[in-house]
């Protein structure tokens, strides 16, 4: 009965939809696995070197948000292992053998990373302040590597290397390391990695931006404040260089990529940088605002204007993007260029206050901004990986297997995207609101405890704390 | 090398079930602790025991995963494209499963804990369920090789797999069991020790019976297996049953220790046996571990990610469980003076 009625759906589209759906939602979870432990150990360090009792508090307080965000992030991640299967069935198939290497080391990391979170985060009352805080250190480190490693698997995707393929096409020999270190891996996990945490820099300084723009403006709210948007602001002006060099990774080997995110027709030299503009369907390109020769001279400076850019035309047409995904590209190139600018001069303004006048700076205009930075920065992530995933189309696997024919035939997958979004949706909303009831409890109590001593000796029976009003 | 990643693999799948397979059968002591009241106090021991380490244990399911696609990945395509609907409940089931746990334990009021304590508990069962019905669907050949669909819903709801998946949850409801009253004890909860031991007990009886009647239906619907489980497989066999009584008697007798030892062990021979009286086969009797493996060079990344796994992940997960047990890792973070406010009660 369940056949009949679902006959007729095509699952390709369903099946893009929800590892799209899926993947958006996870990767706004991954920069505070990866870059949140980092901060909250700097404000433990504080707290432990210089007995100092409001970094104290926020390096306890970051952490019982971090076993929500953590939780949260495992088991959305934990989805996406299922649904490489589940709807990319013959991608896992025919290339599991050298696509999947890569995840039997993030899987290590990302073993090592729950260890010591659960460690880190139980241990408070417990261990000693220095074993403790040596226990939130492996996390630093396997968030690192863990994201270096997964975005190995998706560079392999732009950069397929490592194997050989018989006469049939099916991979017959496989030279790991060169699968994991193909040549697209070190600048896109440079990119990933500076942004978790850039992303994860601006969206907690966010919201202690609010929390001063609304009158807390107290020691603990300064400190969340410095700490993060410190990261951020250091990470921002790397992020630049590092998506400077990764673009013209792209141009020298994704070109058909490069030509949807210049938005580039024809292969021709003194391209012009276009900010916005659309591709209509008969291959010209209108509105925007073209900058003469901008896109030619920022691939290659050395040949400047004279640089070639291959245009869209350079592969046939069912090998390249199409024209709505050629757009799609270019615009979310735009809003992740655009919004890392206005980043990095939020960045700036924050540097030149901090060295000219040793302070933070507390003006209400600049607090606005970095109230907002914290959606702008993780809109820019998702803009770029947009581009990347977009941007490689038809190509599931560069030049070797389109996205058609790795997914799976199931006709039901329009059924379980609908179950999917539904419970992502349910999640998101819980998520927000149990970390917002987190926050209003934590304002309410103010501080510690009467009874509370960190780092103390074993606490009493927890009993009595839990007699309410 | 082949039947190397397949001994890794199969030990993977019996970690998952021991660690990662008393998480889930907590949550069905949880479901069926009762009312709010009445069920306080084993969901309080239930929440305190796996707190800490249930997202660690989850992460030897994504192990099983990695090296499944990595090395047999058209062995790996087959079953997700047969198994589409178990597997993809399981996903569900596990998402709504950590993350009500984790926000059960952030939020106060009766109401919300409720809903979020019975969606965790709810999707305990179904998981561990799901996960055994594929065992089943794949030992009793329903899943084709070489990347094939098999039936969508008979591939997984068979007598075997109906039987296999009903041992799941009874498996993983037994372990939780026996480790909660090794919990309660080391709190000095002599109620809760009680408690959990009377159900230790039944789930063990009731294990031993679906156990029995599984190996019936194997006999005519899994013939290889069944045979492999009285040739091949008899010696771990042999050693469930004596390990599982042994636990059985200890449990009865109230013993101090050595229960749990026991039951890991019986649990971990009831995988081991079926991997072993599988062989040589991934997929009986269609495709064997040797045809189904990808090449050396991928075989090789996985061992030394094992060996390295084995450096790193290792003593970190000891150091886990030895913190655990020292009741070093008692709570989240620490007393804050928010903890002790709004208690809608």
Request: contains cysteine; charged residues 15%.
């Amino acid at each position: 009965v369940i056949e009949t009625v679902v006959a007729a759906v095509n699952p390709v589209p369903w099946a893009r939809s929800q590892m799209a759906f899926t993947l958006a939602c996870h990767i706004i979870l991954v920069p505070l696995g990866v870059s949140w432990a980092f901060m909250t150990l700097v404000a433990n360090y504080k707290a432990v070197r210089h007995g100092d009792r409001s970094a104290l508090l926020l390096a306890q307080r970051w952490s019982k948000y971090m076993a929500v965000t953590f939780a949260v992030g495992a088991v959305t991640g934990t989805v996406l292992s299922f649904e490489f299967g589940l709807l990319w069935p013959h991608f896992m198939g025919t290339w599991g053998d050298a696509f999947g290497v890569p995840f039997a080391f993030e899987g290590i990391f990302f073993f090592t990373e729950a260890i010591f979170v659960a460690i880190y985060i139980f241990g408070w009352r417990r261990l000693k302040p220095w074993p403790h805080f040596w226990t939130g250190v492996p996390i630093v480190i396997a968030g690192i590597f863990g994201t270096i490693s997964v975005v190995a698997a998706n560079a392999w995707m732009n950069s397929p290397q490592g194997f050989t393929l018989n006469s049939a096409g099916e991979v017959v020999d496989v030279d790991p390391l060169s699968v994991i270190f193909n040549d697209a891996m070190p600048w896109q996990a440079a990119h990933m990695l500076v942004a978790a945490y850039l992303v994860g820099g601006f969206l907690i300084a966010s919201v202690y931006a609010v929390g001063m723009l609304r009158g807390r403006v107290d020691r603990y709210h300064r400190l969340g404040f410095a700490i993060a948007f410190t990261v951020a602001a250091v990470a921002t002006p790397i992020q630049m260089g590092v998506g400077d060099g990764l673009a013209r990774w792209v141009f020298s080997n994704q070109p058909t990529k490069f030509a949807a995110i210049e938005l580039v027709p024809a292969t021709g030299s003194d391209v012009p940088e276009r900010l916005l503009g659309t591709l209509n369907d008969n291959g010209t390109v209108t509105g925007g605002i073209p900058i003469p020769g901008l896109a030619s001279w920022l691939s290659d400076p050395s040949t400047g204007k004279a640089t070639v850019i291959k245009g869209l035309d350079a592969v046939p047409a069912d090998t390249r993007p199409t024209v709505a995904e050629t757009n799609i590209v270019h615009l979310a190139w735009d809003i992740m260029v655009g919004l890392g600018t206005l980043l990095f001069l939020l960045s700036v303004w924050y540097g030149v206050s901090w060295l000219a006048r040793r302070r933070l700076p507390t003006g209400r205009w600049f607090l606005r901004v970095a109230a907002c930075a914290g959606v702008l920065a993780v809109v820019a992530m998702e803009a770029g990986w947009v581009v990347t995933e977009v941007g490689r189309q038809p190509w599931i696997v560069y030049n070797l297997m389109k996205v058609e024919a790795a997914a799976t035939g199931n006709t039901g997958v329009w059924i379980t995207f609908v179950a999917v979004f539904v419970l992502y949706a349910a999640l998101a909303v819980t998520t927000i609101l149990v970390l917002r009831s987190m926050s209003r409890r934590f304002r309410r109590a103010g501080g510690f405890a009467e009874q509370d001593t960190p780092y103390g000796p074993p606490a009493e029976p927890a009993e009595t704390v839990e007699a309410g009003p | 090398v082949s039947t190397v990643v397949a001994i890794v693999l199969l030990l993977a799948v019996a970690t998952y079930a021991v660690f990662g397979g008393a998480d889930f059968g907590a949550g069905f002591w949880d479901l069926t602790a009762g009312g709010a009241e009445r069920g306080a106090r084993p969901r309080g021991l239930i929440e305190r025991s796996i707190g800490p380490v249930w997202e660690a244990n989850h992460v030897w399911l994504i192990f099983v995963f990695v090296v499944t696609w990595s090395a047999f990945p058209e062995a790996f395509a087959s079953i997700t494209l047969t198994m589409f609907i178990p597997l993809t409940i399981a996903a569900l089931g596990i998402v709504l499963r950590g993350a009500s746990f984790a926000f059960r334990k952030t939020v106060i009021t009766v109401r919300f804990r409720r809903v979020f304590g019975g969606a965790f508990a709810l999707s305990s069962v179904l998981v561990p369920f799901c996960f055994g019905a594929i065992a089943g669907g794949i030992a009793s050949g329903h899943v084709p090789a070489g990347g094939e669909v098999g039936d969508p819903v008979d591939s997984w709801l068979n007598p075997t797999s109906l039987s296999t998946g009903v041992l799941a949850v009874v498996l993983a409801a037994y372990l939780a069991a026996v480790y909660l009253v090794w919990d309660a004890r080391r709190a000095g909860d002599t109620v809760q020790a009680a408690y959990f031991r009377r159900r230790a007990v039944v789930s063990a009886i009731v294990a031993g019976a679906v156990a029995v009647v599984g190996f019936v239906v194997l006999r005519t619907e899994a013939q290889h297996v069944a045979d492999g489980l009285t040739s091949r497989a008899l010696p771990l066999v042999v050693v469930c049953v004596v390990s599982g009584i042994g636990a059985l008697v200890l449990l009865v007798r109230d013993a101090a220790r050595g229960a749990r030892v026991l039951a890991v062990l019986a649990v971990g021979c009831v995988i081991g046996s079926w991997g072993v009286a599988q062989w040589p086969y991934l997929l009986p009797v269609s495709l064997t571990v040797a045809d189904a493996a990808a090449p050396s060079g991928t075989l090789t990344a996985l061992l030394v990610a094992v060996g390295l796994a084995v450096l790193v992940v290792v003593p970190g997960f000891v150091l886990l469980y030895v913190l655990d047990q020292r009741q070093l890792l008692p709570e989240e973070g620490v007393e804050d003076a928010a903890d002790a406010i709004t208690f809608d009660g």
